[in-house]
């Protein structure tokens, strides 16, 4: 174990090493308020995964996702009685099917001004605590609750004032969230323990990377954070009709990327199968990701199986590879599991690229968005990094 904690250690430094060599910009890093950011991720790691009351917080968490799981089986079974307590539930119903009460239900603590509350103040705490610009971090916090894309539309009116360098410090940021609504399906998945702890890291270690990977100087005056203009709100009832109206059409799109993904590289294989060799799409993830696993702390032999997962999950979605890893995780050592499974509790995989650039598309200047669009290789590597600093982080204290 000491030989393979070491290298957990190494990987660690390895990846924040890898986001300096490829920065825009190495003489303006922020180091002081960096060190501080991965001395607080490094704690929160070792609380919600090693100290007792991080742990029993966590399961609390975790308690009220379920309870709200359950509930939604109230409906879910009205309208599907067949499908629901089986044996073997499908995907769809088990994990995606309470979309449809956890999307309108944040809707609603939005619509009642308590979700805007939370992430005001709590991006407020995290730039006085961090040094990081107030803005940067009250989008942080705006997208562990809402995803990037939520979160991207409702601060528009702020985008449309930052310079291009900002715009691309967010868009790279936004490769590493995920969606309060989502969490209730990675729970049907993954141990609750790694999805919650993974969230709040992600978030963190967003901030870190982009600082490295773009640091950006601005003014005390550029240095504010944005304000939801109030507006006419649409009637209560019109307002949840759209949210559920909206929870059904998420369902949707996701079940049609798991399908398509799926079947997508079941082609590829077969393709993959007429050569010699027996080469197969995971396979050649495998390659590609086994240096990364393997300097999460794995023995070579876990690292490549880890890495096929890491590389199905960036080149379809974190849907599949989780799918394809539940059956599988009674059988792997906690170490194992706990690193896979935070690696793949985030948004990044090339598909959330052209989400972000669609988004971005819509809002800002053509020539604002065609700026960001030429940094793609970065966004992609800001997320890969993000997922394995997380990854090693929790790694540290999971043996």
């Known amino acids: 174990m000491t030989i393979y904690l070491l290298i957990n250690i190494l990987g660690v430094i390895l990846f924040m090493g890898l986001a300096w060599l490829c920065s825009k910009d ?26 007792s009351a991080g742990r029993f917080a966590i399961e609390k968490v975790a308690d ?13 079974g009205f309208a599907f009685s067949s499908m629901v307590n089986v044996k073997n539930m499908d995907v769809v119903v088990s994990a995606l099917m309470p979309i449809l009460l956890v999307v309108p239900l944040f809707d609603i603590l939005t619509y009642i001004g308590l979700l805007p509350f939370i992430i005001k103040w709590l991006g407020k705490g995290l730039s006085k605590l961090t040094g990081q610009p107030k803005f940067e971090s009250f989008f942080a916090v705006e ?55 993974a969230i709040p890291l992600n978030i963190i270690n967003a901030m870190i990377v982009t600082s490295v990977l773009n640091p950006v100087t601005i003014t005390e005056e550029e240095d504010t954070i944005y304000k939801i203009e109030k507006t006419d709100r649409e009637p209560f009832f019109s307002f949840l009709g759209n949210s559920i109206l909206e929870a ?35 396979k050649i993830l495998g390659v590609f990701m086994t240096p990364f696993a393997f300097v999460l702390g794995l023995p070579l032999n876990e690292a490549f199986e880890a890495a096929q997962f890491m590389g199905t999950k960036l080149v379809t979605n974190e849907f599949v590879a989780m799918a394809e890893l539940n059956p599988q995780l009674a059988s792997l050592s906690k170490h194992m599991a706990a690193v896979l499974s935070t690696f793949l509790v985030s948004f990044a995989n090339f598909s959330t690229i052209g989400m972000i650039l669609g988004c971005l ?7 604002v968005s065609d700026e960001v669009s030429k940094n793609v290789p970065y966004m ?14 929790v790694g540290l204290f999971i043996w």
Request: charged share 10%; with cysteine; proline share 1%.
């Open 143 to 197: 997208m562990m609750f809402l995803g990037n894309t939520e979160a991207l539309a409702v601060s528009s009116g702020q985008l449309k004032r930052l310079k291009s360098a900002r715009i691309l410090t967010i868009s790279m940021m936004s490769m590493s969230c995920v969606s309060a609504a989502m969490i209730g399906v990675y729970l049907q998945m993954l141990p609750a323990q790694f999805v919650l702890t």
């Open 248 to 282: 059904g059409k998420l369902i949707l799109i996701i079940t049609a990327m798991i399908i398509s993904f799926v079947a997508l590289a079941a082609l590829i294989d077969k393709i993959l199968a007429l050569f010699p060799g027996g080469l197969s799409l995971s």
């Open 380 to 393: 992609l590597l800001s997320g890969v990094l993000v997922s394995l600093l997380s990854a090693g982080m």
């Open 361 to 367: 598309n819509g809002i800002l200047k053509k020539e």
């Open 64 to 76: 009220g996702f379920n309870w709200l799981i359950e509930t939604s089986f109230s409906g879910i």
């Open 26 to 51: 190495r003489k303006t890093i922020h180091w002081r308020s960096i060190i501080v950011l991965v001395l607080l991720n490094i704690f929160l790691a070792w609380f919600l995964t090693s100290f």
